[in-house]
């Protein structure tokens, strides 16, 4: 079983950066592929990216494509968001949240998830 936390949320001004961190528990952390989602004040939560269980494999929101960056570091158990030239609709909690299957882009098809975070982009 695997628990999340995330960290690295704040406030930013548009067209600046930021790195989100999930740190994970658990002996099989290595097994699993790993997502992020985010959910903005009165809409549904949103897939934003993915990466496979190697860190091989990606997949992006194309609202993120070219801006966001996955990662994963597995000695350390914890995956990372690195997310460039931040927009203010990219306001939103962000939760990690891990899965076993590969790359999949929707919320009921992962087995575990963080509190989150929040991030806000001024203008």
């Known amino acids: 079983q695997v628990q999340l936390v995330e960290s690295g949320g704040g406030l930013v001004q548009a067209g600046g950066s930021l790195k989100l961190s999930c740190a994970a528990s658990?002996?099989?952390?290595?097994?699993?592929?790993m997502g992020w989602f985010r959910q903005a004040p009165g809409k549904e939560r949103e897939f934003v990216t993915a990466i496979n269980s190697n860190g091989v494999g990606t997949y992006y929101a194309d609202s993120v494509k070219g801006r966001f960056t996955i990662s994963r570091d597995n000695a350390k158990n914890t995956v990372y968001l690195q997310m460039n030239s931040l927009k203010p609709e990219d306001t939103a909690v962000y939760y990690c949240?891990?899965?076993?299957?590969?790359?999949?882009?929707?919320?009921?098809?992962?087995?575990?998830w963080g509190q989150g975070t929040q991030v806000t982009v001024s203008s």
């Open positions: 949240a891990a899965s076993r299957l590969f790359l999949v882009s929707r919320w009921s098809q992962y087995d575990y």
């Open positions: 658990g002996r099989t952390f290595s097994s699993y592929s």
